[in-house]
């Protein structure tokens, strides 16, 4: 019967004493998770990436005198920025936070930031080693959790590598513009209606994304996607040259440098790919100009996934050291397809009725 009894009491009474629990939580980059990639830092960047830790009361019963301390790696210097949270310090490579109290299901966060390494020479594993000493009625716990993120060294190989491509494409250009006389080809009023359009995508357009972009949110790239897509089907029909596209958006781009003063004078070979594709696609479809609807879809669509795929994949991370997620950036190329079959299938009406009236 004694035994039965300590059972029973060890039943009741264990739950209790097991009932205060601290849960740890930490994010790092403190960037918007639906966007960028998570527990991933470049090393090389200029700036400090933010840290947040998170501590929950998961009991039902006060904590008191909670003592936090993070491990930084690879001996990244720290900074303790201005926030609500009091009593966090830094020294070496501790972060150290203190907390006088926290009830059943509250929680708090302190935040510090993280220099990354000037340069590591492959892709490595970091672990920021979290472990906290706290009261209960039982006395004094402890528990500990570890955060892995993911360190990458700075794609400098990449971006002058990008940089020495784009001058490559802009070379091959001009050496077949001279080789087969492509600029000779096109006609003064060409240049003019090539310029017109180029002004109206690089500046009218381009300030109307800018501007009302935000209110869209994910689909915001619709307002350049779909104008872009319905001038460059247009250009198409009334130009009919080979290489309308290429100059066309090349002539876009000198346009912003002019007007917004964008630093794309190194990558312009890039910029330039987005006219070559569609060039290309034209001479594969026998010098169809967008003279049906199929082809014309098929160009703008081509050419809106092909330029956010290369921002996203290609610029964001090799020229800006920014990462985002997978899903999100996938999903931006769709939205920008999407925009392109809209733009193409009403560029091509747009488009029959101009010549139309031309002819």
């Known amino acids: 019967m004694k035994l039965i009894a300590i059972l029973i009491l060890l039943i009741f009474f264990l739950p209790q004493l097991a009932a205060a629990e601290l849960e740890i939580g930490m994010d790092i980059p403190l960037k918007n998770k639906e966007i960028y990639q998570e527990n991933r830092l470049v090393a090389g960047v200029s700036w400090y990436e933010r840290g947040q830790v998170v501590l929950t009361n998961t009991g039902d019963e006060k904590l008191h005198n909670i003592l936090v301390s993070v491990d930084v790696p690879l001996q990244m210097d720290i900074e303790i920025p201005v926030q609500a949270m009091k009593n966090i310090s830094a020294d070496n490579n501790t972060v150290t936070a203190r907390v006088g109290e926290l009830g059943p299901g ?70 077949v513009a001279w080789k087969f006389n492509v600029l000779e080809q096109f006609t003064t009023i060409d240049l003019i209606t090539i310029a017109l359009l180029a002004g109206l995508i690089g500046v009218v357009f381009r300030w109307f994304w800018q501007t009302f972009n935000d209110l869209l949110g ?12 319905v001038l460059m089907i247009i250009a198409l029909q009334i130009v009919r040259k080979p290489g309308t596209a290429t100059l066309l958006f090349t ?15 190194v990558w312009m070979g890039w910029y330039m790919t987005e ?47 920014v990462y985002y997620a997978p899903w999100y950036a996938w999903g931006e190329v769709g939205i920008a397809a999407i925009g392109g079959l809209i733009g193409g299938a009403i560029g091509y009406d747009i488009a029959k009725k101009v010549r139309g009236a031309m002819i």
């Open 218 to 229: 994910p689909l915001g790239g619709l307002l350049f996607t779909i104008p872009t897509a």
């Open 251 to 265: 002539v876009v781009e000198l346009v912003a440098l002019v007007v917004w003063g964008s630093n794309i004078t």
């Open 275 to 321: 006219g070559i594709i569609v060039d290309i696609l034209v001479l594969l479809f026998k010098k169809d100009y967008a003279d049906r609807r199929s082809t014309a879809i098929i160009y703008a669509v081509s050419r809106s996934a092909y330029a956010y795929w290369m921002f996203y994949f290609f610029f964001a991370p090799a020229v800006w050291k």
């Open 106 to 175: 509250e929680s708090i966060s302190f935040i510090f930031s993280v220099k990354p390494p000037e340069s590591i020479e492959f892709k490595k594993k970091g672990s920021f080693a979290i472990s906290t000493s706290y009261e209960d009625a039982t006395g004094i716990r402890s528990t500990s959790y570890t955060h892995i993120v993911e360190i990458v060294p700075p794609p400098s190989w990449i971006t002058f590598g990008t940089v020495l491509a784009s001058i490559c494409i802009i070379l091959l250009a001009f050496l």
